[in-house]
């Protein structure tokens, strides 16, 4: 077949999360009867958001004392069939779905990564990106160890199977090979390791990307004051557990190396922040990245975006008829601008949910319907009125001065925009696919300049002040570490403040 000579194309730009993780770990005796490899499943279609790349499975079979994988590219259903599924059954399992920011698009670059060590096979999978990952990267190579993908998930893979300094006198040691690696890159990083029937769930001493940890309940039980546990799952979001059947655990806490096996959980160490400096959890996970169901630091997610546009209707309020919303991530942010404000919310896109991104190059003519494909108006909706449109971020601005357009096209008196977080202004190092200095639109020109260029009557921005003040109201009092952390320090706002947590070795 030839090749096709046109390049992939995107008419859109939002914010990527790197990926998301899911492992589960059958309780009790093994052999299991529990299908660890269609909750892995189950539990990667709920991180579906988080990357949508590609997706692998690696499970452990205890009869066999094996490793069985399978991995793809495209989306999760599309990649794991029944079949696939009944080959990789096992007792213990980690999955993982994939958005680039390190390493291309690809089936080489696609996770678990699972490499021997002197103790056996050992899987991984990570979501975040290593501030300081050229260096290792080096350091890897030094030690004449090859490399064969882009990824930082294979230097921290290749990492692992390196003895600690106190060396194994009474064999094998992942804890302490775990702390090892910690301690040599502070940030970015949640990783699930898996080492025959034992798991390790893995958070960066920052804390900058989530992990959670959750019980499998079994369902003959589950109104019981005592339901029996039938396992175990860690996931980058809380928000896939209902679908497997579990109940939100906790969360595995800042620099902590937490063991899952068949016998339960077990805290086993944790790695403390150089200087005693402050926690980074990323911020973005409440503003745009995690689904509004997830909990985090003890708190909804939907509940701090709609905190967050409460607080933008102080900051930022304006005559207007109605308080709308661009589909449909911003809507809790909108409801609580509206119920602020004291007008009402009303819906005036209707959202084609059938149309995706566009990897094939599309004609002139389609292209330049633009927003068109994804949305209808409803007119009726707002037909000589004056609409506040709320969004949760801007980042390039290619999707929002269309939208605006086409409302005013069809009748609305005045649109203003109100984003429900600062202004995107620096990369992120970290794990998220946020673009250059240059590119970003918050970097080109001032407000009036901006409404303007949209087409709008008028823009604001929620302060950092303000999206701090958010999340922190939610956070719960009783939290030892998160009643002694300042309140302006314990998330990571470098993306909009040029503030990073940690020095950069780029």
Not at 133 to 144: A, T
Not at 283 to 296: A, K, L, N, P, Q
Not at 466 to 486: D, H, P, R, Y
């Amino acid at each position: 077949m030839a090749s096709s000579s046109l390049e992939p194309y995107e008419d859109d730009f939002r914010l990527e999360e790197a990926c998301g993780v899911f492992g589960c770990v059958a309780a009790g005796d093994w052999p299991t009867q529990l299908d660890v490899a269609h909750i892995i499943h189950l539990g990667l279609i709920g991180l579906q958001h988080r990357g949508q790349e590609s997706a692998g499975i690696i499970t452990y079979n205890s009869e066999n004392k094996e490793f069985r994988k399978h991995k793809g590219m495209g989306m999760v259903n599309s990649i794991f069939k029944f079949d696939t599924l009944h080959r990789i059954k096992g007792e213990a399992g980690i999955g993982h779905t994939r958005y680039s920011t390190a390493g291309s698009s690809s089936l080489i670059n696609c996770q678990p990564f699972d490499v021997d060590t002197i103790h056996g096979r050992i899987a991984v999978a990570h979501n975040g990106e290593l501030v300081n990952k050229n260096s290792l990267r080096l350091k890897v190579l030094e030690h004449g160890v090859g490399l064969s993908t882009g990824s930082d998930s294979e230097v921290i893979t290749q990492l692992l199977t390196s003895s600690p300094p106190e060396g194994e006198p009474n064999g094998p040691n992942w804890p302490a090979r775990i702390r090892q690696v910690m301690k040599q890159t502070p940030t970015a990083y949640s990783l699930l390791i898996m080492h025959g029937s034992s798991m390790y769930a893995v958070r960066d001493p920052y804390g900058n990307r989530p992990l959670c940890i959750g019980q499998l309940i079994n369902a003959a039980s589950a109104g019981a004051k005592d339901p029996e546990v039938e396992g175990w799952v860690v996931s980058s979001e809380s928000c896939c557990f209902q679908s497997v059947g579990a109940r939100y655990y906790r969360e595995v806490a800042a620099g902590e190396i937490v063991q899952l096996s068949k016998n339960g959980v077990e805290s086993m160490s944790i790695v403390p922040r150089l200087d005693e400096a402050p926690p980074a959890f990323c911020i973005f996970e409440y503003v745009y990245f995690s689904r509004s169901d997830t909990i985090h630091e003890g708190q909804m997610v939907y509940s701090v975006r709609r905190r967050c546009g409460k607080q933008l209707a102080i900051e930022a309020p304006i005559e207007a008829d109605i308080v709308s919303t661009v589909p449909e991530s911003a809507t809790p942010a909108a409801i609580g601008y509206a119920q602020e404000i004291g007008i009402p919310y009303t819906e005036v896109l209707c959202k084609n949910r059938y149309v995706g991104r566009t990897f094939i190059q599309p004609s002139n003519r389609l292209r330049q319907l633009g927003v068109a494909k994804k949305f209808g108006p409803l007119v009726d909706n707002f037909k000589d009125k004056r609409i506040i449109i709320i969004d949760d971020s801007v980042v390039r601005g290619n999707t929002i001065g269309p939208i605006i357009k086409m409302l005013k096209a069809a009748g609305a008196k005045e649109v203003h925009i109100r984003v429900a977080s600062p202004p995107v202004k620096h990369p992120c190092y970290m794990g998220i696919n946020i673009p250059t200095r240059e590119e970003l639109i918050a970097n080109k020109m001032d407000l009036e300049h901006l409404a303007k260029h949209f087409g709008a009557d008028s823009i604001k921005y929620l302060s950092v002040k303000g999206l701090l003040s958010a999340v922190m109201e939610g956070i719960s009092k009783n939290e030892k570490e998160f009643k002694k952390t300042n309140s302006k320090s314990r998330h990571c706002t470098a993306c909009l403040t040029g503030d990073y947590p940690v020095s950069l070795d780029w």
